[in-house]
């Protein structure tokens, strides 16, 4: 009997850490998902308190995988004082129960089996795990070594001629590095002249400090022409497990998706469409809040470490640390060093060879505990 696609997933990060948790026999500090701690804002919950209480809002909406004309509206309002850019609610946004919803649609309704997509190495395994499922090639091109900007002139040119889709993350996943303007604008540029679309995942998007610009790809002349665009409120409004999320962009790819959609679900519940309405309506607020709360965390956690005797650096966007394992500890590779520390000290994190083989000898650190738990963790890191 033949293998399936899912029986032939590749291991990653996430089976990698799954792996290692069944394994401890005491609880351990999790620092290797990126799952935000802590609650939503109270204003949040009391909203969406208010609206499942409304009996008219626990059915299919109007019977379409469509959201609301005001959630769009408010979609529509945010992009354009956040980005400037303008998009149609009617033929440029659809709603997605997560950016990972967005990946598979989009993959899905775009490729045909034994297509090929450029993926940067190291990159989201989402990316390389969704294309398995749908019977994608991806293609990997590695990123610069200090910076991890995914380096477009290493492409050769029959792979560009090749692909079809180019994903791209911004701040990454899981190196935080930002795309800037100017680097999306060779995108867009490589996109029409090979005529491949670009899918932008912009989860991590409201979460950058200082004055660190993170730029939409739909902001660029051109953008809209070849590009789609994934925006969440699971970072920006602490909303992880809600599940909201947008497409946006080209609406000939958004057309696919839309049609897949159709098929497979009914869209979002209409509880949580009002709730995100007060949240793009609310942005700046609730985003400020999450990134003040990154901020304290980034600021203490990283001068710790480097006391510690560790190469690492602040990252300027999303709750992520990319830094190279200790030296003392490199013969290891970066799995071992995973599988000791976690057993010596009960903490937790990413190996970056799971993100793919640029990012063998790192490990990715997700600050999604909070000071006390941070102050632990280094106290512990000190006893070995």
């Known amino acids: 009997m033949a293998k399936t696609f899912i029986q032939t997933l590749p291991e990653d990060a996430f089976s990698f850490i799954e792996s290692k948790i069944k394994q401890q026999k005491q609880p351990i500090i999790n620092l290797a998902i990126g799952n935000p701690d802590g609650t939503p804002n109270s204003h949040l919950i009391e909203k969406l308190q208010s609206y499942i209480s409304n009996p008219n809002f626990h059915g299919y909406g109007d019977f379409t995988p469509e959201i609301g004309k005001e959630l769009k509206k408010a979609v529509t309002s945010y992009y354009e004082r956040r980005f ?10 659809i709603d997605v129960l997560g950016t990972k919803e967005g990946i598979y649609y989009l993959l899905s309704s775009l490729l045909n089996e034994g297509d090929s997509v ?14 398995h499922l749908v019977g994608g090639v991806p293609i990997y091109f590695p990123c610069k070594e200090e910076s991890f900007l995914p380096d477009l002139a290493q492409i050769p040119k029959e792979d560009l001629q090749a692909a079809k889709i180019m994903v791209l993350c911004s701040p990454g996943n899981p190196t935080a590095t930002i795309l800037p303007k100017d680097y999306l604008a060779q995108v867009i540029a490589l996109a029409k002249k090979y005529n491949f679309v670009v899918i932008h995942d912009l989860a991590y998007a409201e979460i950058s400090y200082g004055e660190v610009e993170v730029p939409s790809i739909l902001s660029l002349p051109g953008g809209k022409d070849v ?4 925006y969440s409120l699971s970072k920006s409004c602490n909303l992880a497990g ?3 999320g947008f497409a946006l962009g080209n609406k000939k790819a958004l057309q696919g998706l839309r049609t897949m959609k159709f098929n497979i679900d009914f869209g979002m519940f209409l509880p949580f469409q009002n709730v995100a309405i007060d949240a793009l309506n609310n942005m700046e607020y609730y985003a400020l809040e999450q990134t003040k709360k990154y901020q304290e965390r980034m600021d203490y956690f990283v001068p710790e470490l480097q006391k510690l005797g560790w190469d ?8 992520f640390i990319w830094t190279k394992i200790p030296d003392r500890y490199k013969e290891m590779g970066d799995q071992d060093f995973v599988s000791y520390l976690v057993d010596k000290t009960g903490v937790l994190l990413s190996p970056g060879s799971g993100f793919g083989i640029g990012g063998m000898g790192y490990v990715r650190i997700a600050l999604v505990k909070d000071i006390a738990v941070l102050k632990e963790v280094i106290e512990r890191f000190k006893k070995i």
């Not at 590009?227 to 994934?230: G, R, T």
């Not at 690492?312 to 709750?319: I, Q, Y």
């Open 118 to 131: 450029l993926v940067p190495s190291p990159s989201y395994s989402v990316y390389t795990n969704c294309l």
């Open 242 to 244: 809600w599940r909201i």
């Open 312 to 319: 690492v650096k602040k990252s300027k966007a999303s709750f």
């Open 227 to 230: 590009a789609v665009e994934l």
């Open 84 to 93: 400037g850019v303008n998009l149609c609610a009617r033929t440029e946004i």
